[in-house]
């Protein structure tokens, strides 16, 4: 498993990637592996949209579970991957990459600090 330095982690298994005041916000490797093939991504954002920190953005549907994803941060929804509508096993083989789920215009950079580092992630999830 995959857990780029670069990157912030939440406890519920999201990154963040901040790119010119940008999040670029997906799921983790670890997390991907958890659930398994997904084979649906259902984003309940829209462009424009403000979402705060905790609040569902979109929901995975894998072939052995469901999963909610959670904005990692507060913003303005600025892009939704078009990729995942017909290809959501994109995160599954590139969830850092070509697997991003949305892009925020951060509103409170403040919280990108209470997100955890890649050691803090690790050992959280018992990789350390």
Do not use: C
């Amino acid at each position: 498993m995959r857990f780029p330095e670069e990157l912030r982690y939440t406890k519920d298994h999201e990154w963040v990637r901040v790119e010119d005041g940008m999040a670029v916000v997906g799921i983790t490797d670890h997390a991907q592996h958890e659930l398994g093939d997904i084979v649906y991504v259902d984003v309940s954002v829209g462009v424009d949209q403000e979402v705060r920190a905790g609040e569902v953005i979109a929901t995975l549907e894998a072939v052995k579970t469901v999963a909610d994803v959670y904005a990692p941060v507060s913003g303005r929804v600025v892009e939704i991957n078009p990729i995942l509508a017909e290809r959501p096993e994109a995160i599954n083989q590139d969830p850092y990459g070509e697997g991003w789920i949305l892009r925020l215009q951060v509103t409170q950079p403040a919280e990108l600090e209470q997100l955890l580092d890649a050691s803090a992630y690790k050992e959280l999830i018992g990789q350390a």
